[in-house]
């Protein structure tokens, strides 16, 4: 289900009413990988529904250069939808420039949990640099944050962009 982070937060809502444990994660899903795969199942184990907040295009282009985001908003939105482990996914609108506040609260993504009003907040702090503002958010909002470690990283779509899988996948 793809809605506006406005509906999504009435939808969060009545799942809470019906007393369901609700998730939250967010970033950019690129390239959809095992890495991204793996941690959707994961954290799925830990509530009834997991939902999924996607930084918009501009934001990608500011945090991981002119070249990214390789799969528009649209087309990522529509591709992590269509995961089993994935209730519902929205857009992050504001543009963010993650450099900003590095390792405090950054005030765009404490708006958007505090008006999702998750249950539990995951990351990797594995495969996230910025999992401690995803910390101290969670604990600034009192809501659960769960890191979702893993014994290795399995890859990230940087990585497969830079090793010319994406070059790859295109001449296909």
Known sequence: MI?????????????????????????CFDILHMGHITAFREAKKFVDYLVIGLENDQTIKISKGEDRPLNKIDQRME???ELRSIDLVFEITD?????DVP???H??????????SPDVLFCSSVADSFWKEKENRAQALGIDFFDLVFP????????LKNRGAIKMLNEL
Do not use: N
Request: charged fraction near 20%; hydrophobic fraction near 35%.
């Open 3 to 27: 809605l506006s982070l406005f509906e999504a937060s009435k939808q969060v809502q009545e799942w809470k009413r019906q007393q369901k444990r609700v998730g939250f994660m967010t970033g």
């Open 103 to 105: 390792q405090e609260i």
């Open 152 to 159: 290795s990283r399995v890859t990230s779509s940087t990585d």
């Open 79 to 81: 591709l992590v939808s």
């Open 95 to 99: 543009v963010v420039d993650y450099h």
């Open 107 to 116: 005030p765009v993504y404490l708006s958007v949990t505090s008006r999702l």
